[in-house]
T-cell receptor, first 113, second 112 residues
Framework: GNSVTQMEGPVTLSEEAFLTINCTYTATGYPSLFWYVQYPGEGLQLLLKATKADDKGSNKGFEATYRKETTSFHLEKGSVQVSDSAVYFCARAGGTSYGKLTFGQGTILTVHP | EAGVTQFPSHSVIEKGQTVTLRCDPISGHDNLYWYRRVMGKEIKFLLHFVKESKQDESGMPNNRFLAERTGGTYSTLKVQPAELEDSGVYFC??????????FGPGTRLTVL
């Protein structure tokens, strides 16, 4: 079936460090890919998305590129801030699981001043 | 434009009791989804409505869970009777198409 495997956390970084959170997905069909973020005490927010191979999603300094050859959608940010501390979820939709999202297990990111 | 809202934000009940969660989607969104996250694990799909019809309920864990969406607007998810393993955060999401889903803040359910 469809699945998403996400880098396990927690991840702890100093402010202005480079961030990578790895995400790979099963290659069934042609899924759209997403990163969602959950800030402390809040619900899930869409961070960015990509709908086809080689697309790059970006938002708030975060980027992720849809890599079909490696079935990956890694999240990156060049310089993290304390306010980026949150839980990050990679997800896929479409393919053989039309409509519903399949999520990775989530990665807790903590950024220290 | 108002986002997806969920009620209550928290619910604490005893095993065997009944709880009803409510979700109000973004106005005009035909698609409504329920998900839940149990004990820090991954968020798992429960079911998908298109208007008032159940499009996919493959994720519903058992017949103690009943979801409805009368009139194709808000939805309710009833758990009866609740068990300890039902504790978790229940998320609702809506979409105009099935590509991008917008999530509510979630309902944290604790079954004692």
């Amino acid at each position: 079936g469809n699945s998403v495997t996400q880098m396990e956390g927690p991840v702890t970084l100093s402010e202005e460090a480079f961030l990578t959170i790895n995400c790979t997905y099963t290659a069934t069909g042609y899924p759209s890919l997403f990163w969602y973020v959950q800030y402390p005490g809040e619900g899930l927010q869409l961070l960015l998305k990509a709908t086809k191979a080689d697309d790059k999603g970006s938002n708030k300094g975060f980027e992720a590129t849809y890599r079909k050859e490696t079935t990956s959608f890694h999240l990156e940010k060049g310089s993290v801030q304390v306010s980026d501390s949150a839980v990050y979820f990679c997800a896929r939709a479409g393919g053989t699981s039309y409509g519903k999202l399949t999520f990775g297990q989530g990665t807790i990111l903590t950024v220290h001043p | 434009e108002a986002g997806v809202t969920q009620f209550p934000s928290h619910s604490v009940i005893e095993k065997g009791q009944t709880v009803t969660l409510r979700c109000d989607p973004i106005s005009g969104h035909d698609n409504l989804y329920w998900y839940r996250r149990v004990m820090g694990k991954e968020i798992k799909f429960l079911l998908h409505f298109v208007k008032e019809s159940k499009q996919d309920e493959s994720g519903m864990p058992n017949n103690r869970f009943l979801a409805e969406r009368t009139g194709g607007t808000y939805s309710t998810l009833k758990v009866q009777p609740a068990e300890l393993e039902d504790s978790g955060v229940y998320f609702c999401a809506s979409s105009q198409n099935t590509d991008t889903q917008y999530f509510g803040p979630g309902t944290r359910l604790t079954v004692l």
